[in-house]
């Protein structure tokens, strides 16, 4: 199958500062991605969805200002967490779909990231 | 709107016995459905697919889930699980005509030796 990259696997960072997590699809063209957020022991909750070249579409209650998503090429998209809190520690997840419309959606590795 | 509940939240079986994850889900329009599969700290796997066909589909790792559309579930089984299969569990949904899944909560495997 296709592969998602998704880097850093962990980060650490300090309240107030501003982390930026990459997702890039390795071996295909991916004219859609997608955010997760995941708490410990729960499903996966939908942050936003991206498409090449236009601006995300964010879920009801999620913080635009706050997440900032960039999808500039079609092999990459990346999610800026701005001025984290600890109550932004959590496990972020990616995933992309490619051209043609395809049914399948392929996941990146997920960054835990911690703020201290 | 689509929604997914899986009914066990957490499943403890026994090495080499069988397990069954239950799902259904609820949608006024045609869905396709997935299994999923997640490791600790990692993404997802995608297990198995149902998109047309025959209702019977078999998936990666010794996994089959069977799709019920007068039920409107979608159970994932596997005859004899391993160790390795512990793992969490998500099944998911979305429409034919859709970008976005839609998730259920999640079945945490635990095997036992």
């Known amino acids: 199958g296709a592969v998602v990259s998704q880097h850093p696997s962990r980060v650490i960072c300090k309240s107030g500062t501003s982390v930026k997590i990459e997702c890039r699809s390795l071996d295909f063209q991916a004219t859609t991605m997608f955010w997760y957020r995941q708490f410990p022991k729960q499903s996966l909750m939908l942050m936003a969805t991206s498409n090449e070249g236009s601006k995300a579409t964010y879920e009801q209650g999620v913080e635009k200002d706050k997440f900032l998503i960039n999808h500039a090429s079609l092999t990459l998209s990346t999610l800026t967490v701005t001025s984290a809190h600890p109550e932004d520690s959590s496990f972020y997840i990616c995933?992309?779909?490619?051209?043609?419309?395809?049914?399948?959606?392929?996941f990146g590795q997920g960054t835990r990231l911690t703020v201290v | 709107a689509q929604s997914v509940t899986q009914l066990d939240s957490q499943v403890p079986v026994f090495e080499e016995a069988p397990v069954e994850l239950r799902c259904n889900y609820s949608?006024?329009?045609?869905?396709?459905l997935f299994w999923y599969v997640q490791y600790p700290n990692q993404g997802l796997q995608l297990l198995l697919k149902?998109?047309?066909?025959?209702?019977l589909v078999k998936g990666i790792n010794g996994f089959e889930a069977e799709f019920n559309k007068s039920q409107t579930s979608f159970h994932l089984r596997k005859p004899s699980v391993h160790i390795s299969d512990t793992a969490e569990y998500f099944c998911?949904?979305?429409?034919?005509?859709?970008?976005?899944?839609?998730f259920g909560g999640g079945t945490r495997v635990l095997v036992k030796p």
């Open positions: 949608s006024s329009v045609s869905v396709y």
């Open positions: 998911a949904v979305r429409k034919v005509a859709g970008n976005k899944l839609t």
């Open positions: 149902y998109l047309s066909g025959s209702t």
């Open positions: 995933s992309a779909r490619g051209t043609g419309g395809g049914t399948e959606a392929f």
